[in-house]
């Protein structure tokens, strides 16, 4: 890989001293989908894999699209190229892709007796591609930057399985949740254990922090999202913190639409390392109610990588104002880079996030 860095480079270590709450030198940034349609390189190894799947599960073609914004933005953190659907993939539902429609299943789950059928998948075996390319993706990067790996929270798994395909309110999985939690339960209980052990075989490969995608937490009551994804969020960071391997390794929970009263807080006592927040809560009060529990991750406006250099550079540092001159923020979007932003702007956001966090790091 082009770009080394020497042996007490900052970038070698500056994410991950940020989620330890640890004084850095600036305020570290990746930002999520950061390897993505908006990059030209990104569309063309795209349309020479043929299809999605075949560029997520070709190792070296993931491989080749995890480190592809490393070489254009001096980012401190790379992070897996793959998708949050690969578990319920490997259990065999038949995923697929329509373009312009997104993921579908051929074999939904919608009863009890579905849900009896599922087993958790061996990630060396169905899920193996995805272990190769984390061993190929850390021999590339060669520590330059530390590498993340991910898995979707099991409600958004959970919520894709039922439905079947993506959706504005997954009404079934909702209607299953009153009208058959205990079957809903066994479901989550079971994906449960196989992100912990999916997060856990990704450490093994060569992972240096992780991250929980709860895409859909926000569609939940409070109550609800505290029985049917909380708990179970809990329960992997349980499950990763007594792993032999994975146990010292960050973990960052992001629940998008999650910050009612008392959910923050909740989320923070969960046992994770950091937690990710969207844009729509203002990062100074999240700081404030999570305290020195956890590190935050986050929070700009994806859109505002539509607007001109100088508005960037603005909420850039209206941002880093917000947290203040503590330890322990991983500057980021609220959500991920949307398709058609203008790569330029990346590399504003990115050099104002190290220029101006330098004087806002502890």
């Known amino acids: 890989m082009a770009l080394p860095v020497a042996a007490d480079d900052p970038r070698r270590t500056r994410f991950l001293r940020a989620l330890r709450r640890e004084p850095t030198d600036t305020t570290p940034v990746w930002l999520m989908r950061q390897a993505g349609r908006y990059l030209p390189e990104y569309r063309a190894t795209r349309a020479r894999a043929g299809s999605f799947l075949v560029l997520a599960k070709t190792p070296e073609l993931a491989c080749a699209v995890t480190l592809q914004p490393l070489l254009r933005y001096d980012l401190d953190a790379a992070i897996l190229f793959s998708d949050i659907l690969t578990i319920p993939d490997a259990m065999g539902l038949g995923l697929g892709f329509t373009e312009g429609e997104g993921p579908h299943f051929a074999r939904p789950v919608r009863s009890a007796a579905d849900i009896a059928r599922l087993g958790v998948p061996d990630p060396e075996g169905p899920l193996r591609y995805v272990m190769d390319a984390v061993r190929l993706a ?28 993506g959706s504005r309110d997954f009404a079934r999985v909702k209607a299953m949740a009153w009208n058959d939690p205990a079957s809903l339960h066994r479901l989550l209980g079971t994906l449960a254990q196989a992100v912990a052990d999916y997060l856990a075989a990704q450490v093994a490969a060569g992972a240096q922090a992780l991250m929980v995608f709860d895409t859909w937490g926000g569609l939940l009551a409070p109550s609800m999202f505290a029985e049917f994804s909380l708990r179970y969020l809990a329960e992997i960071a349980q499950r990763l913190r007594a792993h032999p391997h994975a146990g010292s390794v960050p973990l ?94 990346v590399a504003v956001l990115v050099e104002a996030v190290h220029r101006l966090g330098q004087r806002t790091a502890a």
């Open 252 to 345: 960052i929970l992001f629940a998008k639409g999650v910050h009612g009263s008392g959910q923050l807080e909740a989320l923070a006592d969960t046992g994770c390392t950091a937690l990710g927040v969207d844009w729509t809560i203002p990062l100074g009060e999240a700081r404030q109610r999570v305290g020195a529990r956890v590190a935050l991750q986050g929070n700009l406006d994806p859109t505002a990588l539509h607007a001109g250099p100088a508005a960037i550079e603005h909420e850039v540092a209206a941002l880093l104002q917000a947290f203040g001159p503590h330890p322990g923020h991983v500057f980021n979007l609220g959500h991920g880079i949307t398709p058609g932003v203008d790569p330029e702007r």
């Open 138 to 165: 850390r021999r590339e990067l060669d520590d330059r930057v530390p590498l993340i790996g991910f898995a979707g929270s099991p409600w958004t798994l959970a919520c894709y399985m039922v439905e079947g395909a």
